[in-house]
């Protein structure tokens, strides 16, 4: 088993990383005493119910834990008020009490949604996360957890760190595989915004990545989670650095917001977005080459690296004008300056933009 | 102008109390580093803003901001996730960004809700409170912020510190004389549980507090967030001795859910329940005389010191046990140990509860 800290102070966890470590939850509950006398809710969504919530349930009960569960439909969609209302319901009417803690088993929607009923519930419980896709590394570190409005996604939420996060890579084997690419995305990201030499392994390990070898899991989920820690730590409120891990996202949230959230996996959305940035930075007086190398790597990945032909530019570019990256009217993008560094340039020109957003609209 | 500091590190913020304050508010966001660039939201209710909301908005604008404005509905049912919906939906169409920052006008029921939408737009904006109740001077002090369930008061919320709090008494003046009297009785209870001198001030003082002079008002404020923040500051997020302040609150928050919340008023549940607490006091060998001034006090107050009589006892206990404050089923009580001073006491038998409240059910 792997283990690494995101330190964040007094708020401070471990993310633990291994295959079938998961059988071992009570005893790491104990571990970070979370004791049995109140009860815990577990949420997830129907499609990890089917794999993992008997499995957990007894295991917890095993262990002594009484155990309330909360099944969401899977999906953005259950990230709303009222699936959290829902969920406070649940944790009423099972007890709950400011001892208590909520586990998520799942991906960043359930991750997202658990953490926000840990962050609300009785003004702030404690919460454990266990992510069962890749995407959902990038949620797991940083403690950042909301639902969506129907005007914008995340936008009521809080910072609420988890006791500690369980990567059991076992989990991972169940995902379908256009989602592991997805995660791939998001995940090689990190590599690209601060460790040259993770891209290089990610290059040179894509087939392992892709047919989900354990351990080159584990290596990816460990470097990855690291990085995204090491940024966090510094910058734990979103201040200014913590911005660069959103590279390719600016353009990615557009496409999604745009094509309606059904189209484009978020890690697809990012991926083209990444190589949108790239093409930027081209732009802005940096080497041709980081583009070239972005979207080759990326292709390598079976992602997507053009925009759907039919998405509309002018919505596109209205959708990133909204997007609250632009803090009071300045556009702002994460710009890649070499493979595996990164700047936050708050100068792009909206012309530039629009000449990017028609050329990934161009031929693959 | 009398000016205190709630003392939690770098979440520290000043109260400023006095009369006519409310038109300096734009210079006062100016001086909190508050700017003009991102838009304000006021909250408030549809009571208070008759009063003061236009006064509000036009001195804001005069200082250069962007105003956004919500008034709901008076009471409790605006505490619930749907008003905080509404108001999310008001912040993102008037473009509320992160340095944008949320300004309550009203009592606690407008605190708690702005506070939230504070706490949990964007993860966290910046909060003002501008409390025009005597009773608000309590949620003013200590940062929690939350709406109700409809299974339980205030469990869904968060810590959110405000930047300032600013007390204007002049705003005190338009008060029903039966919530001036509410709210004096959650101020003497700064008293009871921390400053015996206080409470012989507020004895000596009644007249002139029911009469709302500004200067007895102004002390009274100021003693008495001067306590609360005293006690907050020890205890930010709820570990142990903030408890204290819950005097009378146990037995007033089992008769407020019994009588449905619109029988009586906050101030007057907790002051039926302060009386309840002292009379426990007694059986566990302190002296009778704390119950005795205790009552004698609150009835010069104009307060009701008796339950009233058509509530079922069997309802009352019910609800006494499902309060939150029952941890791990120990029945936790604040019991009075002499006028100014309590205790947490963890022992109280629920036989000697329902004693109390068959006593307190008797002729005034």
Not at 131 to 139: E, G, K, M, Q, V
Not at 285 to 299: D, F, H, K, Q, Y
Request: charged share 20%.
């Amino acid at each position: 088993m792997k283990q690494l800290t995101v330190d964040l102070g007094e708020r401070s966890y471990p993310i633990y990383i291994g295959e079938g470590i998961i059988s071992g939850l009570a005893a790491t509950l104990a571990n970070h005493k979370i004791g049995t006398k109140s009860p815990i809710l577990v949420v997830t969504d129907e499609n990890v119910a089917k794999f993992y919530l008997a499995q957990v349930k007894d295991s917890l009960e095993a262990g002594g834990y009484r155990v309330a569960t909360a099944v969401v439909a899977p999906g953005e969609k259950s990230k709303s008020l009222a699936v959290l209302e829902d969920m406070i319901t649940v944790a009423l009417e099972a007890g709950l009490d400011r001892s208590s803690a909520v586990i998520a088993i799942g991906g960043g929607v359930v991750g997202d949604l658990a953490g926000f009923v840990a962050a609300s519930y009785m003004r702030g419980i404690r919460f454990v996360q266990i992510p069962t896709t890749i995407l959902a590394h990038d949620s797991s570190v940083g403690g950042k957890v909301a639902v969506n409005h129907r005007l914008a996604k995340n936008v009521i939420g809080a910072f609420h760190q988890p006791e500690f996060v369980l990567y059991d890579t076992a989990t991972l084997k169940t995902l379908p595989e256009r989602e592991i690419r997805a995660g791939l995305s998001e995940l090689v990201k990190e590599g690209f915004i601060w460790d040259r030499e993770f891209v290089e392994w990610f290059d040179a390990n894509t087939d392992k990545l892709l047919a989900l070898d354990s351990e080159a899991l584990a290596h990816a989920l460990y470097i990855g989670c690291g990085v995204k820690a090491t940024v966090v730590s510094q910058d734990e409120r979103e201040g200014g650095l913590r911005a660069i891990l959103n590279l390719g996202h600016t353009i990615g949230h557009a496409l999604e917001a745009v094509s309606g959230y059904d189209e484009l996996l978020h890690g697809e959305a990012i991926a083209i977005g990444m190589v949108g940035a790239a093409m930027l930075s081209e732009k802005l007086g940096n080497p041709g080459s980081i583009a070239v190398e972005t979207e080759r790597i990326l292709r390598k990945l079976g992602l997507p690296v053009r925009i759907p032909s039919h998405l509309d530019t002018d919505a596109i570019m209205s959708a990133l004008m909204h997007d609250k990256k632009f803090k009071e009217g300045t556009m702002v993008f994460i710009i890649p300056t070499a493979i595996g560094e990164v700047e936050i340039n708050s100068n792009v020109s909206s012309v530039w933009v629009r000449e990017i957003v028609e050329r990934l609209k161009g031929e693959a």
